[in-house]
């Protein structure tokens, strides 16, 4: 910054001022800059302190990084920015591409990637880091590991649907004396 101000005011005095240092302060600081880069950056020899070939060569570089902080600056501070992939059973991809779609709306800035899986395959891919999140079906029997953590979404209930010749009430009995189908049984 301070660097900037001098450049821009010709005068470490005129710097001081729009950087809160003294002028000793400011000479301080270009000389210790001057030493680090190894190069000369001003021209001391007039009145007016002038750039050097050096300082010359730096300047967009560090007007660079002064739009670059500009664009930090600028991002609100609950921006999503970045790379993110987001996993979810094949029954639950087209209700999150909906939400995907509202989410990079409010955030340009987030790239989202979408993967279907089975779930238990799906948090194999958290753990290991190769999913950043995923929408899943949880079990009962499904012990996560400790480096995972599971938060409902909602519940709803699972439906056993049976011939009218079936007169027992009972589902857990139903399953256990008729044969079912299962698509996979880690699903």
Known sequence: RTFRAVARTGSFAAAAGSVALTQAAVSLQMRGLEQALGRQLFDRSGRQIALSRHGQEIWPKVEQIFDLLAELEATPADSMVGPVTIGAMVSVIGALSLVVAR???????????????RSDELARMVEAG??????VVARDDTTLPDTLKWTTL???PLMLVVSRAISDNDPRRILRSHPFLRFDRRV
């Not at 790239?111 to 279907?116: A, P, T």
């Open 103 to 117: 989410l990079k709306a409010a955030h340009p800035q987030l790239d989202v990637r979408l993967l279907s899986s």
């Open 130 to 135: 190769e999913v950043d999140i995923a929408a």
């Open 154 to 156: 909602y519940t709803e």
